[in-house]
């Protein structure tokens, strides 16, 4: 080891910092976590992957400091929170809105909440962190570790510490969700064994087979406990807020399903107050009735154009970014946006070695890139559609003036984005986006890739795409 080793590392997507530990490197990666802990002002819990040359220098765990020397890059990732981006969106689309007396819905009243609404959930975390259980349980599998230290003896849990096990793990999910998917369930439950190796179970190929039924089924009794005791994201689901043809506990389940973090809130206690026609005083309010907001859609499953004659507010572009932060707390434009930046070169040198037909056609687009961000975002979203076969010209029209046949044209559009422009290359523009269908793949990819929403449930065309875009 040298006198005093160097290291850089990685804080996030365009976050990066140099760690100097003296004297040399530290003999257990728990130290070197307390040194970047410290250095860095890290304030959530993490774990470190190193930059392994094996494997084309892509980011593994790291679980011995055999593994890294001086000058290594080691990269953090946040175990039970992401770091929220810092500030607000700075980026958002010209208002397509009314002056302030017509952008809000008549007179009427609402039951707000407090005045700082916070989420009841947290997105999931890359790696599950199994909690502390109650004392009794605790003692019983310390003392089971030391046995199966000594020995390798597994421990048979009696009824109580299964219990105990199974409460403090549901207990942790629901901070995260009560619809858990299957992966999800695995991942818990291999959490579980790897702290506790003692609960392994024999015969099982897994080794947390066994584990994982008993969570789901735990799970499964206690959404019952909260259905009784109120929680709106499992009363959604009761059999009497489904159609008397269809009641059946299996029939249109609903649950997130696009990244969503605080999918279906409670209702806060709070005052009821008059909203009136004030813009000002509608975007004060629109984060107070955000769970309101959100029963409403999701138990009445409103259609668009009832949706926005009650909620006018809702269709602003600022509020539009704030409600899709309020749902995945994450933010909308300037994540996208950044994204869309940070994989640009990644992006093109995918769309360099397709051949062919299409590869002709996206050479063509990178050709068109010029200096302009605008334009340059605008090429690399219309080769991501050409690359997964998908027309990129029905998913941006720009028009120059909205005449009866440019609105019949959008009006046949599935899903798209409008740009119109007063004179063509004027910077004065409404934006629109068409909504009727889905660019499937194009928009996973968004989604899942790009905007990192829900990134483990991949089809195999987009993780293909993800793996390329990764190499």
């Known amino acids: 080891m040298t006198a005093q080793a160097i290291l850089r590392v990685i804080l996030g997507p365009d976050s990066s910092q140099r760690v100097m530990v003296s004297p040399g490197l530290p003999s257990t990666v728990t130290e070197l976590e307390a040194e970047i802990k410290t250095q860095c002002k890290i ?6 992957q190193f930059m392994d040359t094996l494997f084309g220098n892509e980011f593994v765990n790291l679980t011995s400091m055999a593994e890294i020397q ?11 929170c992401q770091p929220q981006d810092q500030g607000e969106d700075r980026f958002s689309f010209p208002s397509t809105s009314a002056p302030d007396d017509t952008s809000t819905c008549d007179d009427s009243t609402v039951s707000l909440s407090s005045p700082e609404s916070t989420s009841s959930r947290s997105s999931w975390p890359d790696m599950f962190c199994i909690p502390c259980f109650t004392y009794d349980a605790e003692i019983k599998l310390a003392k089971a570790h030391v046995a199966f230290k000594e020995n390798g003896m597994l421990l048979i849990p009696d009824p109580k510490l299964k219990s105990d096990i199974l409460q403090g793990l549901i207990q942790e999910v629901v901070k995260h969700t009560v619809y858990p998917t299957d992966s999800k369930f695995d991942q818990v439950a291999e959490a579980l064994i790897l702290k506790h190796p003692c609960l392994k179970e024999k015969g099982s190929p897994s080794g947390y087979a066994g584990w994982k039924m008993s969570l789901k089924y735990k799970l499964a009794n206690y959404r019952t406990h909260l259905r009784k005791v109120g929680c709106p994201e499992v009363c959604v689901n009761s059999l009497k807020n489904k159609p008397p043809e269809k009641c059946s506990p299996a029939f249109d389940v609903k649950r997130p399903k696009r990244g969503e973090v605080d999918y279906c809130p409670s209702l806060p206690f ?9 813009r000002e005083t509608v975007m004060s309010k629109m984060n107070r009735t955000f769970a309101l907001r959100r029963q409403e859609v999701i138990f009445d499953a409103p259609m668009i154009c009832n949706l926005q004659e009650r909620w006018p507010a809702l269709f602003h572009p600022a509020e539009i970014n704030a409600e899709f932060k ?4 994450m933010p909308l434009q300037s994540r996208f946006l950044s994204q869309l930046d940070y994989l640009s070169e990644s992006l093109l040198k995918v769309f360099a070695k397709r051949s062919g037909q299409q590869g002709k056609k996206l050479k063509d687009i990178a050709a068109m ?3 302009d961000i605008v334009a340059c975002r605008e090429s690399l979203i219309k080769g991501l559609c050409v690359y997964l076969n998908e027309n990129p010209d029905i998913f941006v029209q720009e028009y120059t003036d909205m005449t009866e046949a440019t609105a019949l044209s959008a009006e046949k559009t599935t899903v798209g984005i409008y740009v119109s422009r007063d004179t063509p290359g004027n910077y004065s523009f409404d934006v629109g986006i068409i909504i009727e269908g889905m660019l499937h793949y194009t928009f996973e990819v968004i989604q899942k890739v790009v905007m990192g929403l829900d990134a483990t ?3 195999r065309k987009a993780q293909n795409f993800k793996t390329k875009l990764l190499m």
């Not at 304030?43 to 470190?48: A, G, N, Q, S, V």
């Not at 001086?70 to 039970?80: D, E, G, R």
């Open 70 to 80: 001086n000058k290594a890059t080691i990269k953090i990732v946040y175990t039970s």
């Open 326 to 329: 309020r749902i995945t707390t």
């Open 43 to 48: 304030m959530e819990p993490f774990r470190l």
């Open 270 to 278: 709070g005052e009821n107050v008059k909203k009136r026609n004030n």
């Open 457 to 459: 449930e991949l089809s």
């Open 369 to 371: 890139m010029t200096d």
